[in-house]
């Protein structure tokens, strides 16, 4: 008998399973109830972005961002953006800083929508995934005004954006936003006052702040354990300087705190939409350096200069200079960070996406040591991790 | 101001072998010999998170691999770029020892561009198939069509509409 109960149960979980938010296979070591290790084992959506992004134009590599995390579109494309532009040395004008700083907060809010949709249906809450896939629905709608696609919108230019939003954007935004903080409100009372939910999330998946920087943990997994660590005030970058927010932060570093972070997160959010969108400034939201950006359409039946130019972009692309930069963007799950390696051509010789799931869901084992099974999709959720940012 | 990187190089000494200045940024490369030491030295000075570990194929040029490193302090908020250059044969130490989250990163440089790390307690693949032959993100790993079951066509570059120009700010 004795021989017996100290056996341990491999258990295979995944990689199709509902609650690893995609294509995650976890290896399970089992002494009854309680976890003993956990191996998760990733690859299963790696798509070669990193090497595709090497024989386009960096032009034609706008396209990529926002196919690697899915559920940020926007932020994933001013991190790339931004990135160029440092490059290449210049900044995008004002009015394309504001704009894109206000899509990436639409995006953040949409994101950690999804993850408290997901993270609530994980736990039975079925209701809950519902609201929150309607009020991001809003957002894509909002999207869908701005630059004619939900989710791949391929919107943000190098040195701007593709053209200046459509009229009534504030409006709706606005409208939009006056409703957040209830609807806010509601699904806390759904959820903080909820014995079940409490039940299950506190004290579960605990990481400590000293294990979340040895793994090297950003975003909501590190503030939840209470280290105040936000790309956006650390390293301003898009005019987050100017804008006043709050980084809410964690105790306890386990499931619940999680979910406050980004709870708070969005009404944070929200606060910056809200100042950005006061002093929305006018102008043109695309630079006007010719090696950089198309000339303007009308221009093009007038100047035999205006042709050359876009023909050479075209047919050829930007040449920055050779170097290196990195520029990083505080993603809905942490440090979302372009690491680009030119050399003077017109494609670059190595673009690396740093990314924060990657890093976030090496700490899964230790969360999980000696947690039990069912804590195993809280745990999941409470990463908050995109597989296609995973894996990229 | 001093800047933390200056810091970092009068502690480390003769281990720093040269700076790349490039758009306010910089990046020290450290000797191969020295380059726990180098991160170790950073890690003590404030720069407790190693936010990303990659590596660079500058093929056919030598020394072939750089391993960069970039790590960054929260408090302060600051961010310093490390880096060693490898030959084509050589390995890298492995930084397992000073941070477990090293463990998937190297992993990963080593799955995509063979590069292998002393003292890993675990070198094996991560993204691709545990049976895959080469690796993907070298220079000389050719990208190309799947083969197709019929005749007259030959694989290209999917992506090579547009052709690679010459370095223009040489």
Not at chain 1, 26 to 53: A, C, D, Q, R, S
Request: glycine fraction near 8%; hydrophobic fraction near 40%; aromatic fraction near 8%.
């Amino acid at each position: 008998m004795s021989q017996l109960t100290k056996e341990t149960l491999v258990l295979n979980m995944g990689p199709q399973h509902p609650a690893t938010h995609g294509v995650l296979r976890l290896i399970l070591e089992l002494e009854g109830e309680v976890i003993l290790g956990v191996e998760p084992v990733i690859g299963y959506l790696h798509t070669g972005f990193e090497k595709e992004m090497e024989t386009r134009t960096y032009h034609q590599n706008i396209v990529f961002p926002p196919r690697i995390e899915y559920l940020a579109t926007f932020i994933e494309e001013q991190a790339y953006v931004l990135a160029v532009e440092k490059l290449l040395g210049i900044t995008a004008p004002k009015r394309a800083e504001v704009i894109r700083l206000i899509l990436a907060e639409l995006s953040r809010i949409a994101s950690h929508l999804v993850y408290l949709g997901t993270a609530a249906i994980d736990l039975n809450v079925t209701s809950l995934l519902m609201y929150c896939f309607r009020d991001r629905e809003e957002i894509l709608d909002i999207f869908e005004m701005v630059s004619g696609q939900r989710m791949m919108h391929g919107y943000f230019r190098i040195g701007g954006l593709q053209w200046d939003l459509p009229e009534g954007f504030a409006e709706r935004v606005q409208r939009f936003l006056e409703d957040v903080p209830r609807r806010l409100d509601e699904y806390e009372a759904l959820l903080t006052d909820n014995l079940i939910w409490r039940k299950r999330t506190e004290g579960v998946a605990v990481l400590s702040a000293e294990d979340a920087i040895r793994y090297g943990c950003t975003g909501p997994v590190l503030r939840g354990s209470g280290v105040s660590y936000d790309v956006r005030k650390a390293f301003p970058y898009g005019g987050y300087a100017d804008y006043s927010f709050d980084v809410p932060l964690g105790t306890n570093g386990d499931a619940f705190d999680r979910y406050r972070v980004r709870m708070e997160e969005m009404r944070q959010s929200r606060r910056i939409i809200l100042q950005a969108l006061q002093g929305l400034p006018g102008g043109p939201v695309l630079v006007d350096d010719r090696k950089v950006a198309l000339p303007p359409r009308r221009e093009l039946v007038r100047s035999m200069e205006a042709v050359i130019h876009q023909f050479k972009l075209v047919s050829e692309g930007i040449h920055p200079p050779a170097g290196e930069v990195y520029a990083a963007v505080e993603s809905p799950r942490g440090e979302k960070g372009y690491y680009i390696v030119s050399d003077g051509s017109n494609r670059p010789v190595r673009v690396r996406v740093r990314s924060a799931s990657f890093n976030n869901l090496q700490a899964l084992p230790v969360m999980l040591h000696r947690g039990t099974v069912g804590d195993v999709v809280v745990a999941i959720a409470s990463i908050d991790i995109v597989l296609g940012d995973v894996d990229r | 101001m001093t800047r933390p990187e200056d810091v970092l190089v009068q502690r480390l000494g003769e281990a720093v072998v040269g700076q790349i200045r490039f758009r306010d940024e910089v990046t020290l490369v450290v000797a191969r010999e020295r380059i726990l030491q180098a991160l170790e030295a950073a890690r003590d000075m404030g720069f407790r998170l190693l936010t990303d570990l990659t590596a660079v194929d500058r093929h056919p040029a030598q020394p072939r691999f750089d391993v960069v490193y970039l790590l960054t302090s929260v408090e302060p908020p600051a961010w310093v770029r490390l880096m060693v250059h490898l030959a084509a044969d050589q390995t890298a130490p492995s930084a397992t020892s000073l941070w477990p989250g090293a463990n998937w990163l190297e992993r990963e440089v080593f799955d995509l561009f063979g590069i292998r790390f002393d003292g890993h307690p675990d070198l094996r693949r991560i993204l691709m198939p545990d049976d895959w032959e080469g690796h993907p993100l070298r220079k000389d790993y050719p990208l190309v069509e799947e083969p197709v079951e019929f005749r007259g066509h030959t694989p290209k570059v999917p992506s090579q509409i547009i052709p690679t120009s010459k370095p223009r700010h040489a």
